[in-house]
């Protein structure tokens, strides 16, 4: 994993800026890939648990501009026995290859999730619960885990347009690896 650093007092402002403009960008790039949902591993089935998604995950993807590149940091920190608080942040790489040495902008709070449920089965472990972003929207959110660890975010509905696990693999089977996380 890249080293990691924090932005001195001033250097944050205009790195907001960045790190605004990067999420979107590595939000809306593809990556493709035709792994299995469940990354092919046929490893043990991840934890129902929410304490399997805190900590700190690192986009798997890179997206490279000129002669930089960059990645998605998220952060999701248990806060109660169904909640967690959830950051994001950019790591900014100074070649286009989002190798060696980078320089972190954030994380900043985007808000906290709570789970309805979970369920994990067959290398796959799915949570349903509501987003609610710092300012107070509320969107459906699945935030999923598959073997070996990656962790890979969905929307939804409220109530849930995806109900059950085989609904969620067959959702995760569109989205690209690159767009997921890992530790």
């Not at 026995?81 to 902008?105: I, P, Q």
């Not at 619960?129 to 999923?144: C, E, K, L, N």
Request: with cysteine; glycine share 16%; proline share 7%.
């Amino acid at each position: 994993m890249p080293r990691i650093r924090t932005l001195p007092g001033l250097a944050r402002r205009p790195a907001a800026t960045l790190t605004v403009v990067a999420a979107l960008a590595l939000g809306a790039c593809g990556g493709g890939g035709d792994d299995a949902p469940d990354g092919g591993s046929g490893g043990p089935t991840p934890s129902a648990s929410i304490e399997a998604l805190a900590g700190d995950w690192v986009q798997k993807g890179c997206v490279k501009t000129g002669g930089q590149s960059f990645k998605k940091m998220l952060r999701a920190r248990v806060t109660g026995a169904n909640t967690l608080d959830y950051s994001e942040g950019v790591l900014s790489f100074g070649g286009n290859g989002c190798e060696g040495a980078s320089v972190l902008a954030g994380p900043s709070k985007l808000g906290t999730v709570s789970f309805d449920r979970s369920e994990a089965s067959g290398g796959l472990a799915a949570h349903w619960g509501v987003f609610r972003t710092v300012t107070g929207t509320r969107f459906g959110a699945i935030w999923t885990l598959r073997s070996p660890p990656l962790l890979c975010l969905l929307g939804d509905e409220i109530p849930s347009i995806q109900p059950s696990l085989s609904a969620v693999s067959a959702s995760l089977g569109t989205v690209p690896t690159d767009n997921c996380f890992v530790r």
